[in-house]
Nanobody, 116 residues
Framework: QLSLVESGGGTVQPGGSLRLSCQAS????????VAWFRQAPGKEREGVSC????????TYQDIVKGRFSISRDRATNTVYLQMNNLKPEDTAVYYC?????????WGQGTQVTVSS
């Protein structure tokens, strides 16, 4: 079964940090562009960051630039999202998927809550 599993979410105070993991099962992520997406309550899902499959070039949405960092570990078939200086507006369910996203690869996501 081909799947993506997100983990690493939690509840942190403003200014805190979390590292999210995206683990692939049944296939290798290494050749794919992978993106992190998020969906806040009452809002549409939006792209946050992407890493290419060829040379690991990274891109970020403006509101997370300088705070989030995407990376991949090809040995473990995992893509990470390091999130620093978290803000309440970062509260959302975070998902990973190919970029552009594959409709069949959406996982359960991992909840990130930033609250004092």
């Amino acid at each position: 079964q081909l799947s993506l599993v997100e983990s690493g979410g939690g509840t942190v105070q403003p200014g805190g940090s979390l590292r999210l993991s995206c683990q692939a099962s049944g296939f290798t992520l290494n050749m794919y562009a992978v993106a992190w997406f998020r969906q806040a309550p009452g809002k549409e899902r939006e792209g946050v960051s992407c890493i290419t499959g060829t040379d690991d070039t990274t891109t970020y949405q403006d509101i997370v630039k300088g705070r989030f960092s995407i990376s991949r570990d090809r040995a473990t078939n995992t893509v990470y999202l390091q999130m620093n200086n978290l803000k309440p507006e970062d509260t959302a369910v975070y998902y990973c998927n190919e970029d552009p996203p594959s409709p069949n690869r959406w996982g359960q996501g991992t909840q990130v809550t930033v609250s004092s």
